[in-house]
């Protein structure tokens, strides 16, 4: 059974100029720990495609399933990451780290060793008392990422989360989540309009076409293998 299955998805937008079809039947399937990249044009519906993904948005038409079942809405044991990581300036970053547990109700102390614990493991916990505004681009990146591992995630989205740091910086962050992916077994979905992003992180590789998205080819990335 696969992690996530979006089927025949379709998404039409109401906006200022008219009806938009974002999505026509966006087809994808998702195996238990396994990467798969999308990638595809700005405006063929990735981002539509990951708020289905995420239970965030019902879709017009089709069928989200988690684990073979309907998707009700959003659930616990899955992150979104957004380009803008998503963090909320106010809080610490140890806050951060454990906004994902917070609204799972657990308590305090737990809480907070399990944030560090997931903090360590991006290189973070020395800055645990640090806001969001004293971090660096790619420290944010790894902050966002924290919070989701702190939650024992089996489906991690990411929608671009790469595509606001500069050049050396998107390289190393690559590699940390190639790290992270590996080491907790959690499936994901990275959505890229980056090619080489694609192929370093995907095992398959989902072409889209131009808006309104589809599927155009799927390719298995042989290079790309869990533990090389
Ligand atoms: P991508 O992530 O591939 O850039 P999106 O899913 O963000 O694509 O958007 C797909 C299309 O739908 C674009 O043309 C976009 O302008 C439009 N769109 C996205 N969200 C909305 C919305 N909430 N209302 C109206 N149009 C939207
Ligand atoms: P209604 O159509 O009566 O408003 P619901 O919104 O409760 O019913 O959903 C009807 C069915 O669709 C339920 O089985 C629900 O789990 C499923 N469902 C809800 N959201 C989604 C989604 N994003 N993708 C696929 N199925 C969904």
Redesign the pocket.
Known sequence: VPKLELRA?RQRYRGSRGETLALDRMDLAVAPGESVAVLGPSGCGKSTSLL?AC?L???TE????VDG?????PRLETALILQDFGLMPWKTVEQNAALGLQVRRMPKKERMSRAHDALRQVGLDEFAKAYPSELSGGMRQRLAMARALACDIDLLLMDEPLSALDALLREEMQNMLKRCWREEGYAQVLVTHSIEEAVFLGQRIVVMTPRPGRVAKVVDNAEMVADD
């Open positions: 998805v289905a239970g948005q019902r879709p089709g069928e989200v399933l079942a309907p998707l009700a809405g």
